[in-house]
């Protein structure tokens, strides 16, 4: 094989916790970006006309970045990981 461990179990657990929000501020954005996606644009609008849930809704727009950066980046590792199996598969298929 060409490649060797790219994380320690410790950082899998890291990353696996980030990524359910366990410990880390970018759950909860998630979950509420992925909740505006629940209501249609009227829902949202009436909801906005309270100062508090509009207030809530520009906190949730300023950590969107973040989020989605986040999850991004999760992404690539787990597309490293698909591609790392399909060698070792192919690998293993070819020499039969």
Not at 49 to 58: G, H, K, N, S
């Amino acid at each position: 094989m060409g490649f060797t461990a790219a994380l320690t179990n410790e950082q899998v657990e890291t990353l696996d916790a980030s990524i359910t929000g366990i410990g880390t501020g970018v759950g909860p954005w998630r979950r509420a970006l992925l909740g505006v996606l629940s209501r249609d644009e009227a829902d949202l609008v009436q909801a906005a006309r309270d100062d508090e849930v509009a207030e809530a809704f520009l906190a949730v727009l300023e950590a969107a970045p973040d989020a989605i950066e986040k999850h991004r980046a999760t992404a690539e590792l787990l597309e490293a990981a698909q591609a790392r199996l399909m060698l070792v598969l192919e690998t293993v298929y070819s020499e039969s």
